[in-house]
């Protein structure tokens, strides 16, 4: 257990960390940025939009991560597209977890009683008002707990970017291997690390939840 | 008029549309398929432009060599995924037994196990396997470490379809003068299956999907055999990744799609029965 406190192990252990914690946060933004896009396009009056949305939903969640991640990390420098490895795991990691928010958001969208979007109709408001400022706030709350599910899958997902290039935990994992250190006590710090970030996640969307709980 | 107005549950997000509404639709709709169709059209043109659609490129899939090795890991894949949906089934049938349990050692072993590998990440459990157990046989790894967290997440599945399951029906089992044992194998399983099994088949898909993470461990399922395809020259033409790419998601979206419509199927068939609950897998 003791192995991280030697050399220069803990610094290795924590900049894996730190860039668990910031790809995690850059593909979660993508993802909810990306996913309501979607769930909206779902939802629009345009068949096309609709067509788009569910495509790119059936396409994502029925493709692994590891598929995606291989195709982004190798597929597009062979058409000449070159960012850094940590861009190219948030665009797989953002796409695909976007299409698990899309489908959440629009089940909440479905929860909404039908009088609010009448009433928000009545007042004269647009699609994209009645979307906006009624329908989608109190969608979003119904959701949260299924979110909360979704989200914090997301750092675990993020483990798949290390055996492409990019050095987080799992990255860290495979270094310490290969420095000869007993597989057990690495696999304990490796998961203390992860329990630590699900356990924030989880806690972080506890307390929106009662933040934003409405009596209905 | 019915297309519009009432094709999709959300409907009532807009109005019937009037003249005015439907001529502003379509003009969305011609302008999203153009930006659609130039979005199409860029990929295509990148992809012709670095010469992804050369014959040289493709050549590889001609030699019945590959195709064989093709046929081979997909084999290799749905092997592993029989193998852990087979034992994350019955793995997740005990865990959940255990967290139904009266005794409380037993329900607090198994609901912190459960809590434990839904909480870890799955690649960092396969490899931590694959180094300690099984650094010969990378299919094991791959399988136990399915069986681990799709089993912790079945448990869950299961748990909540008992105590989904109408008290009522419990008790009035109870007041028959029937066991415990009785009450869950007679009447409270099989509703509660009946009620889960979508979500259950939601969860294999994942298991399906997570197979894929053997490539890291080196274990010869699909995904392994396109990566060992794509990097060897067999041509002068240079490494086929996206064409790799292009053949081998296809096989994965089909399979997954496969069992989604099967979950479909098996749900369209129980929608006359009471207490339907299914719960969006991650």
């Known amino acids: 257990m003791g192995f991280l406190f030697e050399d220069d192990n803990f610094a290795l252990f924590r900049d894996g960390f730190l860039q668990t914690i910031e790809l995690s946060a850059l593909s979660a933004l993508l993802a909810l940025l990306l996913g309501t896009l979607l769930a909206a396009f779902r939802v629009s009056p345009v068949p096309v939009l609709r067509a788009f949305g569910t495509t790119w939903v059936t396409l994502f969640r029925n493709t692994p991560l590891t598929l995606l991640f291989f195709a982004v990390e190798f597929g597009l420098p062979a058409l000449d597209v070159h960012f850094s490895h940590l861009t190219f795991a948030v665009l797989a990691l953002g796409g695909y977890t976007a299409s698990f928010v899309c489908e959440v958001l629009r089940s909440g969208i479905n929860t909404v009683p039908l009088g609010q979007a009448e009433a928000a109709r009545s007042l004269g408001m647009t699609f994209g008002q009645t979307l906006t400022l009624v329908v989608l706030p109190q969608a979003a709350r119904t959701v949260l707990g299924p979110m909360s599910s979704v989200f914090i899958a997301l750092p675990r997902n993020s483990a798949i970017a290390g055996a492409f290039s990019v050095g987080e935990l799992y990255s860290a994992q495979q270094t310490f291997s290969e420095r000869g250190y007993s597989i057990f006590s690495i696999f304990f710090w490796v998961a203390c690390a992860y329990l630590v970030i699900s356990a924030t996640v989880a806690a972080l969307f506890r307390f929106l939840e009662t933040r934003l709980a409405v009596a209905r | ?282």
């Open chain 2, 1 to 282: 008029m019915s297309l519009f107005t009432r094709a999709s549950t959300a409907s009532v997000l807009y109005d019937a549309p009037g003249p005015k509404a439907r001529a502003r639709y379509r003009l969305f709709g011609v302008l999203a398929l153009i930006a659609i169709a130039g979005l199409l059209w860029y990929a295509v043109t990148m992809l012709s432009d670095n010469g992804q659609f050369d014959a040289g490129l493709w050549d590889a899939f001609q030699y019945n060599t590959i195709q064989q090795r093709i046929v081979d890991g997909l084999l290799a894949t749905l092997e592993a995924f029989g193998l852990a949906a087979l034992f994350s089934l019955a793995l997740g049938a005990l865990l959940a037994a255990g967290q139904l349990s009266d005794h409380r050692p037993v329900r607090w072993a198994c609901t912190s196990v459960v809590q434990f590998f839904r909480a870890m990440p799955l690649l960092i459990l396969i490899v931590a396997l694959y180094y300690a157990f099984f650094a010969k046989d990378p299919m094991w790894a791959l399988v136990l470490g399915l069986t681990l967290y799709n089993g912790s997440v079945q448990a869950e599945i299961i748990r909540s379809g008992v105590n989904a399951v109408p008290r009522g029906q419990g008790e009035a089992a109870y007041a028959l003068g029937m066991r415990k044992n009785q009450v869950m194998a007679g009447i409270l399983v099989p509703q509660a299956i009946r009620s889960m099994l979508p979500s259950m088949i939601g969860q294999l898909v994942v298991t399906l999907k997570d197979t894929s993470l053997g490539f890291i461990i080196t274990y010869h399922e699909l995904l392994f055999v396109g990566k060992a395809i794509a990097s060897q020259p067999i041509n002068a033409a240079g490494f086929p990744y996206i064409p790799v790419v292009l053949v081998i998601g296809p096989i994965y979206v089909a399979m997954c799609l496969l069992l989604t419509a099967l979950a479909r199927w098996i749900e369209a068939r129980g929608r006359r029965g009471a207490n339907r609950r299914t719960s969006a897998a991650a």
